[in-house]
């Protein structure tokens, strides 16, 4: 799979200079793609030979159409139903409804009934940009109702190529086959969910032309990050390791920096330091006797106790009372590298954008909401943008969480395409907050430590639900786990 991934105006600028550079022109384009879906379709049901195919009225359609009359013609039955107005297609599709016509393949309106073992989606490309209605809601809606398995031609039918977001209603395909490169909206919110299995088809567009287009974003290698951990010599020592420092744990709280702790341990870091409530200090020395515990409860009690600090973590249970917001103001102050986190971020959004030289924010849609003061449904309809603008509002490392998470840095934006639903569980993000300081303690750039860290905790949380299940996924049960993928580079020892 390709780790580039693009918006429908890069994918559409890819396609007219291909289309510029082939004398015969963007027909020849979509003889491959219904070549490509014919072979697929063979492959994955080949015993399945009654096809109904969705035509919408633009040049998906015409894949739809000219898959039809390649089908027809291999002896498939095939039927095509039609969506919209198809008095005035694009040049190529045209072209297309004529092969299916000569082909003989029925052409039949939406309520005409028929039988068919496979459906086609071949109604909206990547060009729908506004909620569906009228006959395209009731084709999506006839194709869900169904229990006949999907194909969807580049991009299921109702769903933002570009955020991922269901347009009113969007067909929920069990593969979808993409052409030319990735959209970015097939893998992040609402997009894996109705993709089912996403393979890709380049067609024939050369790779020149791929790599000249810069891409909106990339997916987190995880494998090639681990192999930036430099080796650990025979004579390695603890303080070589770095020091993770973490901030939290108001009244009742107090799991919350001990699972940063815990996770920044089994990650790596030579030493831990948790500074919380006095009162929490007996219960944490005795489940995690490997870290440091400190009480602390006023502002002045924080400062050498930062000192030694590689990295601060801030907010895992820091709650946004008056003991939270005293030792964020005093976290703000450090020339050293912070992570915010939780209610870290809360505190944040009501204050103007500190100037820290290293910093990494690690917000949910929520509390990207409140530092970008709209609503989490406005950063959920546009999540590319969100982690973006959050990106240039602090010049720092900002990860997304979510459904295909995404860290935005100087170098880029990469996109999370591992993790499963059983990671909505308490616990989850203050493990990752250990996970990531951990990796930044040990030498790897901020950009490097979120995008490995996010792909660990993830790894992690997809190994356990593959044994158990996700339902009932705790954020303990990963710790074994990542420790286990941290230390599958052999680059780790020498």
């Known amino acids: 799979m390709t780790g580039r991934l693009y918006s429908s105006t890069q994918i559409r600028a890819i396609e007219q200079q291909a289309i510029a550079e082939m004398a015969q022109g963007d027909f020849v384009l979509m003889q491959q793609a219904a070549s490509a879906?014919?072979?697929?379709?063979?492959?994955?049901?080949?015993?399945?030979?009654?096809?109904?195919?969705?035509?919408?009225?633009?040049?998906?359609?015409?894949?739809?159409?000219?898959?039809?009359?390649?089908?027809?013609?291999?002896?498939?039955?095939?039927?095509?139903?039609?969506?919209?107005?198809?008095?005035?297609?694009?040049?190529?599709?045209?072209?297309?409804r004529q092969a299916a016509e000569q082909a003989q393949v029925p052409l039949l309106n939406l309520c005409d009934p028929c039988r068919a073992d496979v459906l086609v989606d071949a109604i909206f490309g990547i060009g729908l940009n506004r909620p569906v209605g009228g006959d395209y809601l009731n084709a999506i809606s006839q194709i869900n109702q169904s229990t006949i398995p999907v194909l969807a031609v580049d991009v299921p039918s109702?769903?933002?190529?570009?955020?991922?977001?269901?347009?009113?209603?969007?067909?929920?395909?069990?593969?979808?086959?993409?052409?030319?490169?990735?959209?970015?909206?097939?893998?992040?919110a609402d997009g894996p969910d109705h993709c089912g299995e996403l393979l890709l088809e380049p067609l024939s567009i050369p790779q020149p032309l791929l790599a000249a287009q810069q891409a909106c974003a990339t997916l987190v290698d995880?494998?090639?990050?681990?192999?930036?951990?430099?080796?650990?010599?025979?004579?390695?020592?603890?303080?070589?390791?770095?020091h993770v420092v973490i901030i939290g744990g108001d009244h009742g709280m107090a799991g919350a920096p001990l699972l940063s702790a815990e996770a920044a341990l089994r990650c790596g870091a030579g030493l831990v330091t948790v500074l919380t409530r006095k009162e929490h200090v007996p219960a944490l020395v005795a489940r995690r006797p490997e870290c440091m515990v400190h009480g602390v409860e006023a502002q002045q009690d924080l400062h050498p106790l930062l000192q030694k600090a590689s990295v601060i973590v801030a907010g895992?249970?820091?709650?946004?009372?008056?003991?939270?917001?005293?030792?964020?103001?005093?976290?703000?102050?450090?020339?050293?590298?912070?992570?915010?986190?939780?209610?870290?971020?809360?505190?944040?959004?009501?204050?103007?954008?500190?100037?820290?030289?290293?910093?990494?924010?690690?917000?949910?849609?929520?509390?990207?909401?409140?530092?970008?003061?709209?609503?989490?449904?406005?950063?959920?309809?546009?999540?590319?943008?969100?982690?973006?603008?959050?990106?240039?509002?602090?010049?720092?490392?900002?990860?997304?969480?979510?459904?295909?998470?995404?860290?935005?840095?100087?170098?880029?934006?990469?996109?999370?395409?591992?993790?499963?639903?059983?990671?909505?569980?308490?616990?989850?993000?203050?493990?990752?907050?250990?996970?990531?300081?951990?990796?930044?303690?040990?030498?790897?750039?901020?950009?490097?430590?979120?995008?490995?860290?996010?792909?660990?905790?993830?790894?992690?949380?997809?190994?356990?639900?593959?044994?158990?299940?996700?339902?009932?996924?705790?954020?303990?049960?990963?710790?074994?786990?990542?420790?286990?993928?941290?230390?599958?580079?052999?680059?780790?020892?020498?």
């Open 37 to 96: 879906l014919l072979a697929l379709l063979k492959q994955r049901w080949p015993s399945r030979k009654n096809l109904l195919v969705y035509a919408g009225n633009g040049n998906n359609g015409g894949d739809g159409y000219l898959l039809a009359a390649y089908a027809q013609a291999e002896g498939y039955r095939v039927t095509i139903k039609c969506i919209g107005d198809h008095t005035t297609l694009p040049k190529a599709a045209l072209l297309a």
């Open 158 to 188: 109702g769903l933002c190529a570009d955020t991922g977001q269901v347009l009113a209603s969007a067909v929920q395909a069990d593969v979808t086959l993409s052409f030319i490169g990735h959209k970015i909206g097939l893998f992040t």
């Open 222 to 242: 995880g494998n090639q990050l681990l192999r930036k951990l430099a080796p650990r010599k025979a004579n390695f020592h603890k303080g070589q390791a770095g």
């Open 316 to 494: 895992p249970g820091l709650g946004q009372q008056f003991w939270g917001q005293q030792l964020l103001q005093q976290v703000l102050t450090q020339n050293k590298p912070v992570l915010l986190d939780a209610d870290a971020l809360n505190l944040l959004a009501q204050q103007t954008a500190p100037r820290l030289n290293q910093l990494i924010l690690t917000p949910h849609p929520g509390e990207a909401a409140r530092l970008l003061h709209c609503s989490s449904q406005e950063v959920q309809q546009h999540r590319l943008n969100a982690v973006q603008a959050l990106q240039q509002q602090y010049q720092t490392t900002v990860l997304l969480k979510g459904n295909g998470s995404l860290i935005a840095g100087d170098k880029g934006t990469q996109l999370l395409n591992v993790g499963n639903p059983g990671m909505a569980s308490a616990g989850m993000g203050d493990l990752l907050s250990g996970i990531i300081a951990a990796l930044w303690a040990q030498g790897l750039n901020a950009e490097d430590a979120a995008a490995l860290g996010s792909w660990l905790h993830a790894c992690a949380a997809d190994h356990q639900a593959a044994r158990f299940g996700p339902r009932g996924l705790l954020a303990t049960d990963l710790l074994s786990s990542v420790r286990q993928h941290l230390n599958q580079s052999l680059n780790l020892f020498e």
